[in-house]
């Protein structure tokens, strides 16, 4: 696999592992706070994971649009910066307040730099270099599930280190309960904002100025009327409904994660580790995904990583204990896989700039994952978690079979060593 060279892609897939290491963490946070300063119910965990998502997920198709125009450089930069801001004030006003509406109100607000971001990575991430798309969009994306993986667990271990662990005496001694309670601390988390500094310097430096990405836009235009690959109006809704049924698993799913097992009794760092385990098993499978696709078409591969991961989601809903850290990074390899092929895809049919087809499809992915996410914890209150997620593992296998109904793409050809190496720098 030929490997980018221009730094303005390493820079963007940087921020992008530095961004959703907080955006991972969200549900794990959530989690944490229902079990020490704010009690919640499943719908209300599930609420606040969802109005997150979405936010972010409306905001990217104007974002992308934008980004189209000027290239994004503050944009994005911006957006990485405005994340764990609002985040580190959403975890301030939870510790002072223990109020629900205002501890939400920012963390929401916090998605927006999220949504702006995202489309301006992903098209600079697809436009700066000679590689195959898929391919350098699979390692694009990588970089965001390392950062997703990393996230949690470090969340979780820092938080965990923070409790009281009074729960061990309740449990043991219920006479106990209202004498001593459970409390913890967020002080950790907010110290963990300086790790999006570095990122933030360079998005500013690197990624183009609006004059700079001016000077190339209409060769880019040029290129892309070539590129499109028009497909009819039924392929276009099967593309859809694949993308709704996927979402139910990733991400919908792994929002509750930390829940299902925290109600097995697991700790903050335990349970945060399992949700590391899943997007880390997305993280490294996208790279094989995005290389077989280029080979094989992405229609395959796609249909594959949804039969692959419905056995997974169901084995979560029983296992517990190691079995449970292989069920959830077996569906977060599988499920996983599949998104940096979704996103090339849509870059072939949507007939405008990358960075509005970027933002329209991660938004359509994001947007029906958080509408899955309020769906899984109103029906989680009603029947439970892990009947929820067995009824998943069912909607997994449908998502496959509408892959196997997509037209094929054709696979891609690379560009040799010579080609690669002659290609003239984009950004730099």
């Known amino acids: 696999m030929a490997l980018p060279r221009k730094p303005l892609f390493w820079v ?3 921020a992008h592992l530095t961004i959703d290491l907080f955006n991972a963490s969200v549900p794990v946070i959530v989690t944490f706070l229902a079990a020490h300063f704010i009690p ?13 998502q979405l936010t972010g997920a409306l905001s990217q198709p104007l974002a992308g649009w934008l980004a189209d125009r000027n290239g994004g450089r503050w944009l994005g930069t911006g957006g990485v910066a405005w994340t764990i801001s609002l985040l580190s004030v959403a975890l301030l006003i939870a510790a002072s307040t223990h109020s629900y509406v205002l501890t939400v109100i920012p963390m929401v607000l916090a998605a927006l730099g999220s949504g702006a971001f995202h489309p301006v990575g992903t098209m600079h991430a697809a436009d700066c270099d000679t590689t195959p798309a898929t391919s350098r969009l699979s390692i694009f994306f990588f970089a965001g599930q390392t950062g997703g993986g990393l996230g949690p667990a470090i969340t979780g271990a820092l938080l ?3 409790a009281t662990h009074n729960g061990i005496f309740t449990q043991a001694f219920p006479s106990l309960a209202g004498i001593i309670s459970e409390t913890g601390s967020v002080t950790p988390l907010i110290t963990m904002a300086l790790v999006g500094i570095p990122a933030v310097l360079f998005m500013g430096l690197i990624v ?3 004059q700079r990405f001016a000077t190339t836009r209409h060769a880019r235009q040029t290129s892309r009327k070539s590129e499109h690959q028009r497909l009819g109006r039924v392929a276009l809704l099967t593309l859809v409904a694949l993308i709704m049924m996927r979402s139910f698993v990733n991400p919908g799913s792994a929002s509750f994660l930390p829940r299902l097992f925290q109600m097995r009794g697991w700790s903050a760092s335990e349970y945060g580790l399992l949700a590391s385990a899943y997007w880390i098993g997305g993280g490294i499978t996208g790279i094989f995904f995005g290389y077989l696709a280029d080979r094989y078409g992405s229609r395959l591969m796609i249909a594959l990583s949804m039969f692959l991961s419905a056995p997974a ?3 979560l809903a029983t296992f517990d204990g190691p079995a449970a850290f292989l069920m959830a990074m077996a569906m977060g390899a599988f499920s996983g896989g599949s998104h940096s092929l979704i996103v090339a895809m849509a870059h072939k049919v949507v007939p405008v700039g990358k960075g509005l087809a970027s933002g329209a499809v991660l938004g359509f ?3 029906t994952g958080a509408i899955g996410v309020m769906i899984i914890g109103g029906l989680a209150d009603r029947m439970g978690l892990p009947a929820v997620f067995q009824l998943i593992s069912g909607a997994t296998v449908i998502a496959g079979l509408l892959a196997l ?6 696979p891609q050809r ?3 060593v010579s080609e690669a190496v002659a290609a003239p720098a984009s950004g730099d």
């Open 365 to 367: 992915i994001f947007g």
């Open 40 to 52: 919640m119910s499943n719908t209300q965990i599930g609420l606040a994971v969802s109005a997150y």
């Open 208 to 210: 183009p100025s609006a």
């Open 160 to 162: 965990d280190g923070a």
């Open 313 to 315: 989601v169901f084995g």
């Open 12 to 14: 963007v897939s940087f």
């Open 414 to 416: 690379r560009p040799a």
């Open 405 to 410: 109904a997509l037209p094929q793409d054709r």
